[in-house]
């Protein structure tokens, strides 16, 4: 109904109608409406409520203390499967609300992220993250889609991470903590890694933050290049695959900020010096592309203008393959393979 509607309706009733009404919507309202609306002060003193002004009263930000405490015994508990198998610590009615809880601390945390606690938020925000991605490999809650069970996509989440790390991080610090998380968290299904380097370029928006953020990939390049496996790692089977797909996303990461400061020489040279893949590698849209897949997502999910800095034209299409991508993306595909470029 509408107010006016609920007007008339109430002029009808009597005085203890009326009381019995108010006593029934009052034990069926949830507490949290309660008290965001003040309904027990409007109950007391309902003249002060309606003088003071609808809306007057501002949501006062969650402390981040207290969300430092819940954040990090969720944490702990989560890490120790208590949401996922059967234990005496996390009660089996509440093992499904985990999504619950980190889409409320995900809310909180960016509420009370203020100029005065940013760091502590964004410490928080991060830790939240890194679960998230932690349980993309591994078991720790019911659901095979962390992020889709929270409703949040992973580049959002991520995106969300970054902007508060921004605000209270130097800019070499914050482009390499940005890129370690990129490399060292595992990705959902629904997500590629150059969807978060592309989240990455976001913050990266001058030449010196690019080229900084090339400097930075060289650098983690060689950090990672001289790392030796521990003796568990050396059993396993993963530790080598893991290091090289660490190599070519930072040598992709790379090659995007080359890109995006239409540099493509150095592009390809950086590409092909830092890249452990094949050419051969070539399916674009697969998890783990080759030199050739890179070179057509860089140009072909941006503005390929904008990226190689001066406009082509159209000539006819030769063939399926070229119908697909714009003639930026084709000039570079063919530079990859050692081919001619194409004429305008």
């Given at each position: 109904?509408?107010?006016?509607?609920?007007?008339?309706?109430?002029?009808?009733?009597?005085?203890?109608?009326?009381?019995?009404?108010?006593?029934?919507?009052?034990?069926?309202?949830?507490?949290?409406?309660?008290?965001?609306?003040?309904?027990?002060?409007?109950?007391?003193?309902?003249?002060?409520?309606?003088q003071?002004?609808?809306?007057?009263?501002?949501?006062?930000?969650?402390?981040?203390?207290?969300?430092?405490?819940?954040?990090?015994?969720?944490?702990e508990?989560?890490y120790?499967?208590?949401?996922?198998?059967?234990?005496?610590?996390?009660?089996?009615?509440?093992?499904?609300?985990?999504?619950?809880i980190?889409?409320?601390?995900?809310?909180?945390l960016?509420?009370?992220?203020?100029?005065?606690?940013?760091?502590?938020?964004?410490?928080?925000?991060e830790?939240?993250?890194?679960?998230?991605c932690?349980?993309?490999?591994?078991?720790?809650?019911s659901?095979?889609?962390?992020?889709?069970?929270?409703?949040?996509?992973?580049?959002?989440?991520?995106?969300?991470?970054?902007?508060?790390?921004?605000?209270?991080?130097?800019?070499?610090?914050?482009i390499?903590?940005?890129l370690?998380?990129?490399v060292?968290?595992?990705?959902d299904?629904?997500?590629?890694?150059?969807?978060?380097m592309?989240?990455?370029?976001?913050?990266?928006?001058?030449?010196?933050?690019k080229?900084?953020?090339?400097?930075?990939?060289?650098?983690?390049?060689?950090?990672?290049?001289?790392?030796?496996?521990?003796?568990?790692?050396?059993?396993?089977?993963?530790?080598e695959?893991?290091?090289?797909?660490?190599?070519?996303?930072?040598?992709?990461?790379?090659?995007?900020?080359?890109?995006?400061?239409?540099?493509?020489?150095?592009?390809?040279?950086?590409?092909?010096?830092?890249?452990?893949?094949?050419?051969?590698?070539?399916?674009?849209?697969?998890?783990?592309?080759?030199?050739?897949?890179?070179?057509?997502?860089?140009?072909?999910?941006?503005?390929?203008?904008?990226?190689?800095?001066?406009?082509?034209?159209?000539?006819?299409?030769?063939?399926?393959d070229?119908?697909?991508?714009?003639?930026?993306?084709?000039?570079?595909?063919?530079?990859?393979?050692?081919?001619?470029?194409?004429?305008?």
């Amino acid at each position: 109904m509408k107010i006016a509607e609920v007007r008339d309706v109430i002029q009808k009733h009597s005085r203890d109608e009326l009381r019995v009404i108010i006593t029934r919507l009052y034990k069926a309202m949830p507490k949290a409406i309660k008290e965001k609306n003040d309904i027990d002060g409007l109950l007391r003193d309902p003249n002060s409520s309606v003088q003071s002004g609808r809306g007057s009263k501002q949501e006062e930000p969650p402390d981040i203390d207290w969300l430092e405490y819940e954040a990090n015994e969720f944490i702990e508990d989560a890490y120790k499967q208590y949401y996922f198998a059967p234990n005496s610590f996390v009660p089996k009615s509440e093992r499904p609300k985990w999504r619950f809880i980190v889409k409320r601390l995900y809310k909180d945390l960016l509420l009370a992220a203020d100029k005065e606690n940013v760091s502590q938020a964004a410490a928080i925000l991060e830790k939240l993250y890194n679960l998230l991605c932690y349980s993309c490999s591994y078991i720790l809650f019911s659901g095979d889609d962390p992020f889709g069970s929270v409703g949040i996509a992973q580049e959002e989440f991520f995106r969300k991470v970054l902007s508060l790390k921004y605000q209270c991080e130097d800019k070499a610090t914050f482009i390499r903590n940005a890129l370690l998380s990129m490399v060292n968290n595992a990705s959902d299904r629904h997500t590629l890694r150059d969807n978060l380097m592309a989240v990455i370029l976001e913050f990266a928006r001058t030449p010196d933050l690019k080229e900084m953020t090339i400097a930075r990939c060289s650098e983690l390049i060689d950090v990672i290049k001289r790392e030796q496996p521990s003796k568990k790692q050396a059993f396993g089977s993963t530790y080598e695959y893991e290091k090289e797909e660490k190599l070519n996303n930072l040598a992709g990461m790379g090659f995007f900020c080359y890109a995006r400061l239409c540099d493509y020489d150095n592009a390809i040279s950086y590409f092909k010096a830092n890249y452990g893949g094949t050419s051969s590698q070539v399916l674009v849209g697969s998890r783990r592309p080759g030199p050739c897949g890179f070179a057509l997502r860089a140009v072909d999910c941006q503005d390929g203008n904008e990226l190689c800095g001066r406009h082509h034209e159209r000539r006819p299409i030769q063939n399926a393959d070229e119908a697909r991508f714009p003639a930026s993306a084709q000039r570079c595909f063919y530079r990859f393979r050692g081919e001619r470029r194409l004429s305008r």
